[in-house]
């Protein structure tokens, strides 16, 4: 079978296309014929030798997969042969806290991913998809869809009238704006393209800013809650805006921090956290249980998601240097086996 390697650190080049056997399931275990993966930015850290010290080479990259129960191993009753799946980002956190050990059974990262024609992986590592979805649409759920459920929903209680500031157009924060939506909460969003702000406002979002033009964003967002800030931030930046956002949510608000998509090594001041008795919580992704649970609203509310382009499996690179051009709104799609 055919799968991409990273074989250094050396970043994007370092992507190989090779020719592996084709694995077979033991006892628990199921084969997957892949149909589609989903690029996220922790993606380009892997390629790149960011996402920690100590990466394994040569690795399968990418977490995010969904494709075709093929063939299942003695003792296997969570799926059947047919079935549509995805995979879970870590592959060991079912339910509960996240663990050291858990940690070490991401895919793409800790483990090999699913940028192959087949995988096998551990029967407790997969979730049924929605039925209306495709597998270039279910592909795209388990860690940006994941990790926005987790920081709104699980950890955010997020309710009608709430309010919600989602940074940048990215996977993360259109999930969090389909899932603000659907709970009854406003949406402000902010982007430095008008285009982009525009396709976000017909998908529901109730202001816009664009920070490029309103550099002070966290200010317009106070005014237009009424002097009073936002009750959740979705906080994908990092330490480049992680002080704006600390200044734009409300006293006893959220800031799920979930991203470093800007600048690192920024000092943060630490009074407004104290003083505003905010709560701010480290997002990595979530578990099966988090995964399962987003499904079934995903099923109920008919959600499909924003897929803005599909690249063939021979073009992986190009999908790679797609994303980190940042040209992307929503997610960016290979396509395996279709």
Request: neutral net charge; proline residues 4%; hydrophobic residues 40%.
């Amino acid at each position: 079978m055919k799968v991409y390697e990273i074989q250094s650190n050396a970043g994007i080049d370092a992507l190989a296309l090779v020719h592996r056997p084709e694995p077979k399931p033991a006892p628990g275990e199921v084969l997957i014929q892949v149909k589609a993966t989903s690029l996220n930015y922790r993606d380009l850290l892997v390629a790149e030798g960011a996402y920690g010290a100590g990466q394994k080479y040569p690795l399968i990259p990418m977490s995010d997969g969904a494709g075709e129960v093929v063939a299942v191993g003695e003792g296997v009753t969570r799926v059947k042969v047919g079935d549509r799946v995805a995979a879970t980002f870590f592959q060991d956190w079912i339910y509960g806290s996240l663990t050291r050990e858990k940690m070490k059974s991401d895919l793409g990262g800790g483990i090999d991913g699913m940028l192959a024609e087949y995988v096998v992986l551990h029967q407790d590592g997969l979730v049924i998809l929605p039925d209306h979805l495709s597998y270039a649409e279910g592909a795209t759920l388990p860690c940006a869809a994941v990790t926005a459920w987790h920081g709104l929903v699980t950890k955010g209680n997020i309710g009608a009238g709430d309010s919600v500031l989602l940074l940048g157009t990215g996977g993360v924060s259109i999930f969090a704006l389909q899932f603000a939506k659907i709970h009854g909460a406003r949406a402000i969003a902010t982007s430095s393209s008008d285009e982009k702000l525009a396709r976000v406002k017909q998908l529901g979002a109730d202001e816009t800013i664009n920070y490029k033009t309103t550099p002070d964003w966290e200010k317009q967002v106070y005014q237009l809650t009424n002097r009073i800030g936002v009750d959740h931030v979705i906080e994908v930046g990092g330490a480049g805006t992680l002080p704006k956002s600390l200044q734009a949510v409300r006293i006893g608000g959220r800031v799920s921090l979930i991203g470093v998509l800007s600048e690192r090594g920024s000092e943060i001041d630490p009074m407004p956290i104290l003083f505003k008795s905010l709560t701010v919580q480290g997002i990595y992704v979530g578990s099966r249980e988090m995964f399962e649970a987003m499904n079934q609203t995903i099923q109920h509310h008919q959600i499909k998601p924003i897929i803005d382009r599909i690249f063939p499996f021979d073009e992986a690179r190009e999908a790679y240097r797609y994303l980190k051009s940042a040209a992307h709104f929503g997610k960016v799609v290979i396509s395996i086996n279709s």
